[in-house]
């Protein structure tokens, strides 16, 4: 199959099939792309959630055209990205199109309920798989812990405080114990030379 059709294909089955939003779709994204097709490694997959997540624009469609220009440049990205936002654009159109009060049918109304919590599952699942591969340093982990612990304290005491002001803060303390941390350039110790 041509590179581009499979990856239009494949992000079209991605976007078709999950429900509840990009980080619903990111378990599917890293099987299909990291473990089936090896388009990426489990590395870039975190990179690009990582990118992906502080960049505009919903999550899913980042890494779609991450996946899809690392793949064949820009008919690549543009390939990826048309078939993870064509099938919920046409079903969004179809349903409102056809249906006015499409979630006052009672038996829509409940298999939404079901589906949020099949979403949560899939958004827990692929966080404890980044977890799980995260390299076992402490920095990370205490990134990690740090931000979880500040989240949680910050929704169960009904708080305002913005996810982007966390992230900026982790990007914040990460570069600076980078710059503290790195190594001297080569020829500038007391070699005397």
Known sequence: MPILLDLFLTFAKVGLFTFGGGYAMIALIEDACVSKKAWITHDDMMNVTVIAESTPGPIAINCATFVGYKQKGLPGATAATLGIVLPSFLIIFLISSFLDNFLEIAWIANAFKGIRIAVGLLILDAGLKMVKKMPKKKLPRTIMISSFVLM??????SLHLSTIV???????????????????????????Q
């Open 152 to 157: 949680l304290t910050v929704n169960v005491l």
């Open 166 to 192: 966390v992230m900026l803060a982790a990007g914040i303390v990460s570069l600076m114990i980078f710059i503290g941390t790195k190594p001297a350039a080569p020829g500038k110790g007391g070699s005397g």
